[in-house]
């Protein structure tokens, strides 16, 4: 029987280039109570021109190298969590094996997903690495939607900030994962979606859709790992918005504090909201069962409980 | 312990539009020896511009229906391989549940790879449903290469055809795979790309690449799976060219029978290719032992070997 894996480490990297939304009150035509209360976004981070995906990754990674000693030998998969790539071809994955100089037997591709795709893929890469006996997988996400985004659309120039994030996944786990949701609705696809290289969301599809699918799927999770709510200690949702997170809250009568929103100073990365509000918590042990939930494009979720694995070493 | 899982069943759709590459003898200035002999691919399919990447797998998904009764409802998860997707948001496997007509607790996300992507995605879409304990999943794999192939560049215009397979995966196998190997070089990502939406490929490297890297992998594949050449009764090699294929043969020192060049009729439908050749051997029980082996886009590269489940009604 293999080991069970889970996450060993994560490190991340924002851009430090940020564009305020205090700036586009009169554009967008807004107040400060939207953007504080509302949305709960005060800037949005954005990559430079000359950054593209690979390279965004690439500084997670680096990032990473300054707080853990990882050996490269041991890194046998790559997972890019991506639908913004450097080219459709070849994935991300392959230009980034090439900079992080990785060994020749390491498997490496992308998965297109969007911001439920850090959970799905922290259950890919998990089974991947169980079921072929791996030692060490690196999970990225980095999809930066400056790429996309119509700078003259409210629904989405004020919300999307430009981040990467690199989960390491292996046999010396801090947290493993308990059982899995997931779910797709492909019949709303097009609320959010790119056509011509430019973005289109429904933001009120998209918050109906969490509001009817979450709560639902969360009292699902619990009852799949047989767990009850108060015995989660922490929430940490898809950063749609601070509105969304909100009304999570209210619908699941839980506590404001279980279910923070943290993207106020750099806006929703995507992906790479969840693994960046997650590093933060990796090594507070006040913090013993956590659930991931992620939702959007697709339209999808997915969501599982985290527990601390205690003494591992 | 879950049950182990493996291929059910495989159905593809080859659009039935070619173009025939006798007719551009005078333009790419080559005999019918070249086209014969060398590449081996004397026409390639073509998709309708009206088609998109999901009507693909769409089509190949009827084929299946009329060949074998599935209940939707068993479908826990779909993947879609590919690096030609309709939009680069939503994944095509959103627009793929709507038009199936899938359940909402249905796991779907994209896998970008190239020609390795469908033994990538079998190991991933193997490990995922025995982790989740699912009953089924769709494998789909659909890349369109005539969406960016320059029909001025001989090296590629006469080389890929589109097609889309599906294969089915659950808890009733004909086939379950032993151990994978797989291997990335991503310095030499640029040896296949696609810039500007066109296709750039340096044939020259790609062979160079398989022929420094397959005939070692095979070795290692045998050793890994604790079997002998000549336990294997064919070998499905990755369609990139009749010369690859020969070289192979050659290097391997197998017979000419045992790994057959197959593309002839419709050229290199990049992960379509191994499925489509696989689907004609499921039933037929002179194969037990296969070797599947893909390689290209990344560099990357994946094999495995297939073997058949007796006794398992």
């Not at 996450?7 to 940020?18: G, L």
């Not at 004020?158 to 801090?174: E, R, S, W, Y």
């Not at 509001?211 to 950063?239: C, G, T, V, W």
């Not at 106020?264 to 659930?291: C, K, Q, R, W």
Request: aromatic share 10%.
């Amino acid at each position: 029987m293999t080991k069970k894996v889970g996450i060993e480490s994560i490190a991340y990297y924002i851009p430090d280039n940020y564009k305020s939304n205090f700036n586009f009150k009169e554009e967008f035509e807004i107040d400060d109570y939207f953007i504080v209360e509302k949305i709960g976004v005060k800037r949005v981070s954005q990559k430079l021109a000359t950054e593209d995906t690979s390279d965004l990754c690439i500084k997670a990674w680096e990032s990473l190298r300054q707080n853990s000693a990882i050996e490269k030998e041991e890194i046998d998969c790559v997972i890019v969590v991506t639908q913004n790539p450097d080219n459709n071809i070849p994935h991300v994955s392959a230009k980034v094996h090439e900079a992080l100089d990785l060994k020749e037997n390491c498997a490496c591709f992308d998965i297109s997903l969007g911001c439920s795709g850090f959970v799905y893929a922290l259950s890919v890469i998990e089974s991947f690495i169980e079921t072929n006996n791996f030692k060490k997988g690196l999970l990225f996400t980095a999809d930066p939607y400056s790429k996309i985004i119509d700078r003259k659309d409210k629904n989405t120039a004020l919300l999307f900030g430009d981040a990467a994030a690199v989960t390491v996944v292996g046999q010396k786990p801090i947290f493993c994962s308990g059982k899995y949701t997931f779910g797709t609705i492909g019949k709303m696809h097009k609320e959010l979606i790119c056509n011509n290289s430019l973005l289109y969301m429904n933001g009120r599809s998209i918050f109906d859709f969490v509001a009817r699918y979450i709560p639902k799927d969360m009292n699902l999770l619990l009852e799949k790992n047989e767990m009850r709510m108060d015995s989660i200690d922490l929430f940490l949702f898809h950063q749609g918005s601070k509105y969304i997170i909100d009304t999570l809250v209210k619908r699941l009568k839980i506590s404001a504090e279980k279910a923070p929103f943290l993207a106020n100073e750099y806006g929703n990365t995507v992906s790479s909201t969840i693994p960046i509000m997650l590093s933060d918590f990796l090594d507070n042990h006040a913090y013993t069962n956590i659930v991931i939930c992620g939702f959007g494009v697709g339209l999808s979720w997915s969501s599982c409980v985290l527990k601390r694995v205690i003494n591992n070493k």
